[in-house]
């Protein structure tokens, strides 16, 4: 047996003994996410006794190093450790920008004494993150962000407001882009850190079309920040915002490798019926399913052979921008058809049935996929510009 | 394994890459064309493939080759993709020696040798329609002396009229069967037509052809599992020339959104080229992974490559169309000469995309395989 192979018999085997069965229950709604955080509320003892163990053995953030809290595992071993939850439709055990967004920025920028400290409170999910980007006036041009950071000696007086933060309302802590020197556009921005505890942070929730508030408006009114909370060098925010950006996309794009190989087309035509050659009875909806599984299917082994050359270094740096291009797209189209599939039925936005419309909604939300952490134009007009060197693009 | 080329791989890359691009790249097949060769190939260039070793790729060591994979073989369809060489390695090299190493016996002895030696052409004749669809088979074997009399007619059988073996699909009492018959068997014909793209093929009549029998490739009655892998074969090495098609189609109007000035400007600067473009680039990347997926699920015998062979086809199809279509387009008026290479690209990309199973029919497949 090689070392994967049993490595792979390992996980196996600690995955069957200590993932509990609730665990192995596909997401229904948010409240089956693990987000952890000091406000978070456990849904059920399983959810709890699942990230304790996680935790434990360093699977919350298996690829990081044993001293922050992961559990060091390699590329291959990351991806076989995924694949061994995906085959048992393991939830993941924790979820947070943290694990995504923060925690590569800071294995990258961040100081030893960062790493430690927050790397491991991300790892046991004891602090939640939320991530203020975004401005009413800096959205796809974010660079022209304004939230300014007042030099006051040993800390900043930080004021202005960040758009579209995640969560905001739920999160514990929140990692800024702020202004804090107005002559240089581009090295003028710190990464900054803080609590949202601090005086001067509210939060107000936005009412989205799909009836939810996942987003926030976060305003700052003379927030004070010590000048020791803030990642890579002094001004020089945008090259992590930058690397964060790029994790964002390759999150979002990820889920490639392993994964459970569902058709949508096979799904529906439980639901739709079948006519007596047993075919999805509806064939121009047939066709639409079967041209959508080519290219799911085609994603799939995109995603994997990305995360291959991801990790070894071999990927285009601006890939990523790809990935999330084609990937988000994807998901819009599939909750149209999703939308067609089920009729009238999808149009219920209250009852029991629809469980309070949770296809609906979710077709709604997807339409923000191709607009948060970059827009589809955006993302091509990268891919033309850094990849393909397209004049003056 | 991961899914990109290994140093091995690489390597291979780097000698096909530089071999295609020097002796046979898209000026040898306009003069092939122009010459209004009969052949279908030229025979100097295919004695280069073998010096290197190239017709046996796929054929065990032991019986001569190199006992390589799809993806090995991928790599050198991607390279005669982007030249457009015309070439017999496909039906040859990959189609015939995968049916041929799926059965095993007399006529893989006989043939997956003389494969790897340079020393045989073989065609697959295994439609019987303008469309595909290799499951009817009108083609007949009767038993008949001490072995079988065939009769039926083959069509679309690319190097049918040069090929020293065709392998023919016929029902028998027994069900499907695949016989190698040999090109001087009495009965047999093929009238070669020219084709869009230059190549010839043939409509195959096959005039009560007796062959011993010991021309069955593997079993009477199973030829169902050897068509299989015949067809996933061909399919995914098809696949893989698109995307060399694809990419040369898509290098070349890159190449020229930088050079081509209108308005005073580099048409390259232009955000709706610029975006489609991309758009473009994207759909090709894609292609590529999914039909090294299915080079590499091929390749490890996995139950998943039906599924991925059929994607990919489908896949780089459409990956292939748009680009050929954009770079017709994004080239503008010269894209419609003859003078210029991509019309050569887009025709070559619409023989591809026929050759065992269009877009429509692979993804119908692939519905079918998810069982709706």
């Known amino acids: 047996m090689s070392e994967q192979d049993a490595f792979r018999a390992d996980v196996r085997i600690w995955l069957e003994e200590n993932c509990p069965a609730e665990m192995r229950e596909s997401v229904k709604g948010d409240d089956d996410v693990c987000w952890g955080g000091r406000k978070f509320l456990f849904k059920n003892e399983a959810q709890k006794l699942w990230l304790d163990r996680c935790v434990a053995k360093g699977y919350t953030v298996p690829d990081w190093p044993t001293e922050y809290g992961g559990a060091g595992l390699s590329a291959e071993q990351t991806k076989i450790f995924k694949q061994e939850m995906a085959r048992i439709h393991a939830r993941p055990p924790l979820q947070s920008f943290g694990i995504w967004m923060l925690g590569p920025a800071l294995l990258k920028f961040g100081t030893e004494e960062q790493k430690k400290h927050y790397l491991t409170q991300i790892a046991r999910g004891e602090i939640r993150w939320c991530q203020g980007y975004s401005e009413p006036g800096a959205g796809s041009d974010l660079v022209s962000l304004q939230t300014y950071g007042e030099d006051r000696g040993d800390h900043w007086v930080v004021n202005g407001s960040k758009i579209w933060t995640s969560y905001a309302d739920q999160a514990d802590w929140i990692f800024c882009l702020v202004r804090t020197d107005k002559t240089n556009k581009y090295q003028g921005i710190t990464f900054m850190l803080f609590d949202m505890e601090s005086q001067g942070v509210t939060t107000k929730p936005i009412l989205l079309i799909s009836g939810n508030s996942p987003f926030c408006e976060t305003f700052f009114d003379n927030v004070t920040v010590p000048k020791t909370q803030f990642i890579g060098e002094l001004n020089r925010g945008w090259d992590v915002a930058k690397y964060l950006l790029g994790h964002e996309r390759e999150m979002i794009s990820g889920g490639g490798a392993g994964g459970d190989m569902v058709s949508l087309g096979a799904a529906m035509a439980k639901s739709i019926g079948r006519n007596d050659a047993g075919e999805l009875d509806d064939p121009i909806l047939r066709a639409s399913m079967a041209a959508f599984d080519v290219d799911v299917f085609a994603y799939r082994a995109m995603g994997e052979r990305f995360m291959d050359m991801w990790k070894t270094g071999r990927a285009h740096p601006a890939s990523s921008n790809m990935m999330k291009y084609v990937g988000t797209e994807l998901n819009k189209q599939r909750y149209e058809l999703l939308m067609s599939a089920g009729g009238s039925a999808t149009l219920e936005w209250e009852s029991e049935d629809s469980d309070g419309g949770a296809r609906p909604r979710a077709w709604l939300r997807t339409k923000a996929n191709s607009i948060e952490g970059g827009t589809s134009e955006v993302m091509l007009n990268v891919i033309a510009k850094r990849i393909l060197d397209l004049p003056g693009a | ?372």
């Not at chain 2, 199973?222 to 061909?234: D, F, M, R, S, Y």
């Not at chain 2, 050569?344 to 395989?369: C, F, N, P, Q």
């Open chain 2, 1 to 372: 394994m991961p899914l990109y080329h290994n140093d091995d791989q690489l390597m291979l890359k780097d000698s096909v890459s530089p071999f295609l691009a020097e002796k046979a790249p898209v000026s040898h097949l306009r003069r092939l064309r122009d010459d209004r060769d009969e052949t279908g190939f030229s025979r100097a260039i295919w004695a280069e493939f073998v010096e290197m070793g190239l017709p046996g790729m796929l054929v065990p060591e032991a019986q001569g080759g190199l006992g390589m994979g799809h993806m090995e073989a991928g790599i050198v369809l991607e390279e005669i993709g982007r030249n457009l060489t015309p070439s017999p390695f496909l039906s040859t090299s990959v189609g015939a020696v995968a049916a041929l190493s799926k059965a095993g016996g007399t006529q893989a002895d006989r043939w997956l040798p003389a494969i790897a030696a340079g020393k045989a052409i073989v065609a697959l004749a295994i439609d019987e329609q303008a469309r595909h669809r290799p499951e009817r088979v009108a083609t007949s074997a009767v038993r008949s002396g001490n072995g079988f009399r065939i009769s039926g007619k083959k069509a679309f059988v690319l190097h049918g009229h040069v090929a020293d073996m065709m392998i023919v699909s016929a029902q028998c009492d027994e069900g499907l069967t695949l016989f190698a018959v040999p090109q001087n068997a009495n009965g047999l014909s093929a009238d070669p037509r020219r084709l869009v793209d230059s190549s010839l093929a043939s409509h195959v009549t096959l005039d009560g052809v007796d062959v011993d029998a010991d021309a069955v490739i593997g079993d009477v009655g199973g030829g169902e599992a050897v068509l299989q892998a015949l067809l996933a074969a061909t399919r995914t090495g098809a696949a893989a020339e698109m995307v060399g098609v694809g990419q040369g189609a898509m290098d070349m109007t890159i190449g020229y959104l930088k050079e081509r000035k209108q308005f005073g400007r580099l048409i390259g600067e232009f955000q709706a080229l610029q975006h489609r473009t991309a758009h473009l680039y994207s759909e090709m990347e894609v292609a590529r992974a999914t039909v090294m997926k299915a080079q590499q699920l091929l390749d490890e015998g996995s139950d998943a490559a039906t599924l991925y062979v059929s994607v990919a086809k489908a896949k780089a199809g459409r990956a292939a169309n748009l680009a050929v279509c954009e770079a017709v387009q994004m080239h503008g008026g010269i894209g419609m000469t003859d003078e210029f290479d991509v019309g050569l690209y887009m025709k070559r990309d619409r023989a591809l995309a026929e050759y065992m199973g269009d877009i429509s029919y692979h993804t119908d497949r692939v519905a079918r395989l998810n069982g709706y």
